[in-house]
């Protein structure tokens, strides 16, 4: 993983205001927690850790792990005391935990939720690991992870599984059980980890259950909602992740510092703030990412020895205006325009999905790879699409003021760079659309010679996109493979001379035992990049 060299605050006097505020105040809690402490040992409830424990960020020598002691994880402060709690963690070589390789006590405060971050540093590298947790007499289910091959040790074979969008009331985790018997190497979740949204009964397998989330406390006890799932937490144990996210993680469509309603700035960046702090409480995510405030940077550079380098990036906290919008909706703080006309925004060299830190990022990112391999890791889909109102086709195609397709110059300056920079085999992961999508992509300065790379995009874990516009429409829009009917994730598996991409679908992901099976197949090709279908 490559360092992080700009982990501010973004830009902006309302932002860094609310950081600094935000740190003052938790300075002076962390000094009364602390003299709680010291006064003795608290009695803690049974059942620590009813949210399981994950591991993430392989490196050559060590791990991200992770758990939060929540005894009673649909309470807002999960049922723990106002106090620090010692954590002991070990990694050993066995599952039995005879050879243990490092150890250690962290230590679990009330400001993070009592969630707990470990780098397990002194590993050996390309090595499968076990660990766990013990607190206040109990011990935490063992968790199975491992490290990432040495720096340009080029290894035989690396399979990752890649996913998004788990609404918790549209379905069951089924995928998970088939994603862990796939047995990846690594898991890369690409956004809507969680869904926002008040429960809803109309069409629900199960509710959420609590209001919609908008201080620390709702946000916490939603993702305990889906973090006491079984085999969401059977994923987590098998497997490290990588992670990035997308908007229901926050609110629904947010861009940067606006809500879907373009209402006032000042109350989103609260609420977002209060987001980013649960999104941290509750993923293996490395320390550097801790969340000031508002701001949390997520994009870095993850190498799987000489073989493999995921670019992940964040296209929600940084974006630019939405495009073609009707000034008088801002104004009057309204429900923005999903779907606009093509305008001259979209020729403005000056709009940005990733923001111009993390953009000129990416782009010295993609100059000095020396992988096999190149995945974008990034949370929807890169191609254009348009689609046409069946009631009024004289407009023309309509594009999505949400995704990359009102974002063309930005996207594109990606796609050059690709081809100047002769970035080895780079491919393009997704998710947001709720459908499996391929489709090969071109250097735009020469768009009628052969693909540069290729574009995956991995359907859902349960979340619906019920129109079948999408799939008649999907010869028009470039897609080679379209379908939004089926649940699932998408599993990639590379060698030094080559590799595969399978969409697995399953049968019904409203039951929790469904069948899996996969529904398209592509093969990679170095020698010849773009979008090779073997099935489907």
Known sequence: MHTPDDIAAPAGSEIAALSRRSLIVGVGASAALIAIGAKGALPLAPGLFSLGVASGYPMPGSVILWTRLAPKPLEADGGMPPADVPVRWEVAEDEGFARIARSGTARAEPGWGHSVHVEAAGLRPARVYHYRFIAGGETSPVGRTRTAPAAGVMPDRFRFAFASCQKYEAGFYAAYRHMVADDPDLVVFLGDYIYEADPNPRNAVRLHLNPEPKDIGGYRVRYATYKRDPLLQAAHQAAPWLLTWDDHEVANDYAADLDEKNGDRGAFLLRRAAAYQAYYEHQPLPLWARPKGPSMRLYTAVDWGGLA?????????????????????????????????????????????????????LMRQLGTTKA??????????????????AAHPEKGPLLSADTWSTYPVARDRIFRRWAEA??????????????????????????????????????????????ASFKQQAPANGLVFAENEVRGYGLATLTPDGGDVAFRGLANALKEDSAIADIARFTLDPREPGIHKTLG
């Open 309 to 361: 380098q995921f670019q992940i990036v964040d296209d929600r906290q940084y974006r630019g205006p939405r495009a073609c919008q009707p000034p008088e909706l801002l104004a009057r703080h309204e429900q923005y325009q999903v779907l606009v006309p093509p305008c001259a925004d979209l020729d403005d060299p000056g709009r940005t999905m990733l923001g111009s830190a993390q953009e000129q990022w």
């Open 372 to 389: 096999r391999w190149n995945i974008l890791a990034q949370e929807t889909l890169m191609r254009r699409q348009g689609r046409i109102d």
């Open 422 to 467: 002769r970035t080895a085999n780079p491919f393009s992961i997704g998710g947001d659309i709720h459908a499996f999508a391929a489709d090969s992509i071109q250097d735009p300065a020469r768009p009628d010679a052969a693909p540069i790379g290729a574009e995956f995009v991995g359907g859902s874990i349960t979340s619906l996109f019920n129109d």
